[in-house]
């Protein structure tokens, strides 16, 4: 059965591994530096105003937050990267954390990494899209704040940004606005593509519920 993105509910926030959902369910990480609307990608998925928080204290957020989508998935929002002010001791939590969580085998099925349309991706994008790949973890680029490009800029931009991650080809990069709803239908077709196909003989986190 299709999976809802508009019945997620928040989970937990976990600051450490210990802390790490292990439940069997796949899991789908949201990535991405601060303010590139990570946090509004994710509520206009839902299909809510503010459930992952929109302009959260940028950087501040050493915490990975689980949402509950349809009983059967988690959305897992990771804490965004490379926003300035953060401080040293900061940084090395958030690397530690994303070490751990990487780390921890089994835990991510999917990447889903958030850049800006406007820009070439930084240098922390492409650390963590080689993280993703190191990892042999599937992932969709996503190329948010579309509204804010040229029409004459679209197309450009979004080359520089598959040549800029490496990407091939086939890999999917979903133009995006958070704002406007741009992308929405192709990016929720592309993660219930990835959902309802199970991984080799493993259990997908059906409940098996009727
Ligand atoms: P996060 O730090 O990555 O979670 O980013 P937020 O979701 O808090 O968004 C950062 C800022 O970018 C906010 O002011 C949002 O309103 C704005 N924003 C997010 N997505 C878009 C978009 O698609 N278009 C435009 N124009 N602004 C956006």
Redesign the pocket.
């Known amino acids: 059965m299709a999976i809802n993105f508009n019945q997620a509910e928040f989970v937990l926030s976990a600051a450490s591994p210990k802390q790490f959902i292990r439940d069997g369910r796949k899991q789908l990480a949201f990535a991405?530096?601060?303010?590139?609307?990570?946090?509004?990608?994710?509520?206009?998925l839902l299909g809510r105003r503010n459930l992952?928080?929109?302009?959260?204290s940028?950087g501040k957020t050493t915490q990975i937050n689980y949402f509950l989508i349809d009983r059967k998935l988690y959305l897992v929002d990771l804490p965004?990267y490379g926003y300035a002010k953060v401080s040293k001791a900061e940084r090395e939590r958030w690397g530690k954390l994303m070490e751990n969580y990487f780390r921890s085998s089994g835990l991510i099925d999917l990447g889903v990494l958030?850049v800006d349309a406007r820009h070439k991706p930084t240098a922390d994008d492409v650390t963590m899209c080689a993280f993703f790949r190191a990892n042999g973890c599937p992932h969709i680029v996503v190329a948010?704040?579309?509204?804010?490009l040229k029409k004459s800029e679209v197309e450009p931009n979004l080359a520089r940004i598959r040549e800029t991650l490496g990407m091939e080809e086939t890999d999917a990069l979903v133009p995006?606005?958070?704002?406007?709803g741009e992308g929405k239908e192709q990016l929720l077709r592309l993660l219930r593509t990835y959902c309802e196909t199970k991984r080799g003989g493993e259990d997908n986190g059906d409940t098996g519920e009727v």
């Open positions: 991405g530096r601060s303010n590139v609307g990570k946090s509004s990608v994710i509520n206009r992952a928080r929109v302009g959260a940028p965004g958030i948010n704040k579309l509204d804010k995006f606005s958070a704002e406007k």
